[in-house]
């Protein structure tokens, strides 16, 4: 079945550095890739998306590239800010369920 | 004008009793969702609704009993409620031929 794999956290920044989070996936034919954040104590707000390889999503400084290739899809950010503490999802729907199947989450704690 | 809302936030309550959780959308979509993130953050779906009609049911208890009135509500009913059972129940909903999903902010259940 569909799977998708992320890096274990809490990953811990100083504000103004570079974030990478890593993601890669399984699934059968050609699914749709996101990244969801939770902020503490809220829901689920999708950040990006993007439906087929080479596209990149991008949101509040965020991005990510669906390289089919390498089967990843890592969320990148130029500079995190102590608001952007929190935990992100990598996800991914395929043509078919519709459901996300989620990767565990990681957490971001981001210092001033 | 909140998009997918949840009621109530926060269940605290026995083993053995039961309790519903209603989830209602305001975005026009046809397909909704529940699911359940564990004590460490770990999403995983549990059903989903298409205009009424279930189209996903994962392998969860048949104490667990969704129901759908009209396409704009899925609640979730659960009997005999067990310790395990406690965890965070978050509706979603989106358009059957779309792949971006709307989270609710989430129902915090405690079985004691």
């Known amino acids: 079945g569909d799977s998708v794999t992320q890096m274990e956290g809490p990953v811990t920044l100083s504000e103004e550095a570079f974030l990478t989070i890593n993601c890669t996936y399984t699934a059968t034919g050609y699914p749709s890739l996101f990244w969801y954040v939770q902020y503490p104590g809220e829901g689920l707000q999708l950040l990006l998306k993007?439906?087929?390889?080479?596209d990149k999503g991008s949101n509040k400084g965020f991005e990510a590239t669906y390289r089919k290739e390498t089967t990843s899809f890592h969320l990148e950010k130029g500079s995190v800010q102590v608001s952007d503490s929190a935990v992100y999802f990598c996800?991914?729907?395929?043509?078919?369920?519709?459901?996300?199947?989620f990767g565990s989450g990681t957490r971001l704690q981001v210092q001033p | 004008d909140t998009a997918v809302s949840q009621t109530p936030k926060y269940l605290v309550t026995q083993m053995g009793n039961d309790k519903s959780i209603k989830c209602e959308q305001n975005?026009?979509?046809?397909?909704m969702y529940w699911y359940k993130q564990d004590s460490k953050k770990f999403l995983k779906i549990m059903f989903s609704?298409?205009?009424?009609?279930?189209?996903i049911n994962e392998t969860v208890p048949n104490r667990f009993s969704p129901k759908s009135p009209d396409k704009a509500h899925l609640n979730l009913h659960i009997n005999s409620l067990e310790l395990g059972d406690s965890a965070v129940y978050f509706c979603?909903?989106?358009?059957?031929?779309?792949?971006?999903?709307?989270f609710g902010p989430g129902t915090r259940l405690t079985v004691l």
């Open positions: 993007a439906t087929k390889a080479d």
């Open positions: 609704y298409n205009n009424k009609e279930l189209i």
């Open positions: 979603a909903s989106s358009l059957r031929g779309g792949n971006e999903q709307f």
């Open positions: 996800a991914l729907s395929d043509t078919g369920r519709r459901a996300l199947t």
């Open positions: 975005l026009g979509h046809d397909t």
